[in-house]
């Protein structure tokens, strides 16, 4: 019996230790303040985007003019995300946007234009407005323009000149541009514009073909690092190769990035990405297939571990009685 109570108390102390110090301990490590060392709770807001948490940033900047001009700009975004959209005049909107939205598209302002093919599935309706509307700003990022106008995607307001067509090219997308997508397309067409991902063969280019002459392989790698530059001199440093992310972050940190990159490196210059709930899922998928290929095998293996262990010590315990017997 006494051997029951030591093991009880090992595996309390082993369990108090995993599930609260080292998360307090992580937590007391990367604790996020603000000017006045008050403490930044960052919590995801469920992939929904109202602008809240671009406001509440906005606050504790103290720039007054800035907190006024987001508040006018996600009050609009919901405006227009009421309306009722018609989806045959979007199909006529939308049909602006293939000049740059398509496969083989060439780099325009620093990125490649991402597809739009699954932007139904990938991206939130208010995100995809707002980033009709003002690209910058949506993707909060507007820190790095005087003018909002100088974004790369910014020149699409003058398309969409007002709040019906904006509602009426969203409304298209989201119902005809929502098929299934899988993990690896989901990542292509969020990510692989800025990230490569040299364990699965990726660059910002897309899949790295296979070349039957070196001098050709030489050629693509070429326009690889151009790529690169392109991507260097937009952004301002080039953005890491997400091979290993999975595995390096946590899963608030991973999950509250991605939603707006502001609430864990503000002032970084990467955009926020706009996914959805659906669509950040299927982007972690592929991740963590990448990352960490043997995790599903892992976690299939290890109730039976945990049921070896546990026979194991009913084991030990019986044979420690017998060989103890009449010596207590």
Not at 189 to 200: F, G, K, L, N, S
């Amino acid at each position: 019996m006494r051997e029951l109570k030591v093991l009880a108390v090992v595996v309390f102390f082993s369990l108090l230790t995993y599930y609260l110090v080292e998360p307090y301990a992580h937590h007391e490590m990367h604790k996020k303040v603000d000017a006045e060392g008050n403490e930044i709770k960052i919590e995801s807001r469920g992939f929904a985007y109202d602008g809240s948490g671009d406001i509440e940033q906005a606050e504790r900047k103290g720039d007054t003019a800035l907190v006024a001009k987001k508040k006018t700009f996600w009050a609009d975004v919901k405006k227009i995300s009421a309306l009722k959209g018609n989806m045959t005049a979007g199909e006529a909107g939308f049909a602006m946007c293939m000049g740059c939205h398509m496969d083989g598209a060439a780099n325009m302002g620093g990125v490649v234009p991402p597809s739009l093919e699954h932007a139904g599935t990938l991206y939130e309706k208010n995100y995809l407005i707002a980033l009709v509307k003002d690209p910058a700003m949506a993707s909060n990022v507007d820190h790095k323009y005087a003018d909002t106008m100088m974004h790369p995607m910014g020149s699409v307001s003058s398309m969409f000149t007002d709040d019906q067509s904006i509602a009426d090219v969203v409304a298209y997308l989201m119902a005809k541009k929502a098929g299934e997508v899988t993990p690896k397309e989901a990542f292509a067409e969020a990510c692989t514009r800025c990230h490569a991902m040299r364990y699965a063969n990726i660059t910002q280019l897309g899949d790295t073909p296979k070349f039957k002459h070196e001098k050709d392989a030489l050629a693509h790698k070429i326009k690889v690092l151009e790529e690169q530059d392109a991507v260097k001199a937009y952004m301002g440093k080039l953005p890491p190769d997400l091979s290993m992310i999975i595995r390096a972050r946590g899963e608030h940190f991973m999950e509250t990035f991605i939603e707006n990159p502001q609430t864990q490196l503000p002032g970084t210059s990467m955009p926020r990405v706009g996914l959805s709930h659906e669509g950040y899922e299927k982007v972690k998928e592929y991740l963590t297939e990448i990352g960490d290929p043997s995790k599903k095998h892992r976690e299939a293996l290890g109730p039976w571990v945990l049921f070896y262990f546990f026979i194991f010590t009913v084991l030990a315990f019986l044979w420690k009685k017998a060989m103890w017997k009449g010596l207590h």
